[in-house]
């Protein structure tokens, strides 16, 4: 079982930028996709973006595209999530986890970690 642990999450004012790393502990992320999601107060789980294993294509939610840039290094089993000109509306819990694709729509397959807070002032 891959143990997931996100980190990077902290305080920054709006517009600006944050980068959050998963990292696999335990096992390899091979050959998963891998996916970012975050959990606002009061809301449900959203997906954000995923990268594929092989050829390290991108898919990303309308909400986050043209700001955030998720990346992966298969050799340090690490995940990325570049966050750039954030608002106040992207603070939440970020999670990630393997993903897999079901119709259009990219779903967890693992455990959940337990997550790196993000918080935007206005």
């Known amino acids: 079982q891959v143990q997931l642990v996100e980190s990077g999450g902290g305080l920054v004012q709006a517009g600006g930028s944050l980068r959050l790393s998963c990292a696999a502990a335990?096992?390899?992320?091979?050959?998963?996709?891998m996916g970012w999601f975050r959990q606002a107060p009061g809301k449900g789980r959203e997906f954000l973006a995923a990268v594929t294993w092989t050829a390290g294509t991108t898919f990303y939610a309308d909400s986050v595209k043209g700001r955030f840039t998720i990346s992966r290094d298969n050799a340090k089993n690490t995940v990325y999530l570049q966050m750039n000109s954030l608002k106040p509306e992207d603070t939440a819990l970020y999670y990630c986890?393997?993903?897999?694709?079901?119709?259009?729509?990219?779903?967890?397959?693992?455990?959940w970690g337990q997550g790196t807070q993000v918080t935007v002032s206005s």
């Open positions: 335990g096992r390899s992320f091979s050959p998963y996709a």
């Open positions: 986890n393997k993903v897999a694709m079901y119709g259009s729509n990219w779903s967890p397959q693992g455990p």
